[in-house]
């Protein structure tokens, strides 16, 4: 029977501690979770079917270089509440990733002509308090 590993980045959860309760009273918890089937049929909630789920799971875990197999477990530990996928969180958003893996955030661009009235607005607002003095 194979060990289960967490593949999430940086996670270091494992059966073989998860046994040793003595040495690792923190992993008592634990529990680990294989990835959602490749199944368009099956739906998961209003929305998501279990590819779409898989999917997301891959993406949130960065693990598109990865090839997920049946055997690919997550534990417990990188859901919301700690207690595994649920339908209220059904992807692992708690994570551990270095600041340079991290997501970034997109900017919204400014549109060009709000950029040019606000500019204008400034200039007008700073003449207009200049009068004053």
């Not at 270091?12 to 049929?41: A, G, I, M």
């Not at 204008?120 to 308090?129: F, K, L, P, Q």
Request: charge should be positive.
């Amino acid at each position: 029977m194979p060990k289960h590993h967490c593949c999430a980045y940086n996670c270091s959860n494992s059966e073989p501690k998860k046994k040793q309760l003595d040495k690792y009273p923190e992993f008592s918890d634990v529990t680990f979770h294989c990835f959602p089937p490749d199944n368009e049929k099956t739906q998961y909630a209003p929305g998501m079917n279990e590819r779409e789920r898989r999917r997301r799971w891959i993406v949130a875990c960065q693990l598109e270089s990865l090839s997920v197999t049946r055997h690919t477990r997550i534990c417990s530990k990188h859901f919301e509440g700690g207690l595994g996928p649920t339908k209220a969180s059904p992807i692992p958003t708690i994570f551990d990733f270095p600041k340079h893996l991290q997501p970034k955030k997109v900017k919204q661009r400014q549109d060009p002509e709000e950029r040019r009235l606000k500019g204008v607005m400034n200039i007008s607002m700073r003449s207009a308090t200049q009068k004053q003095s």
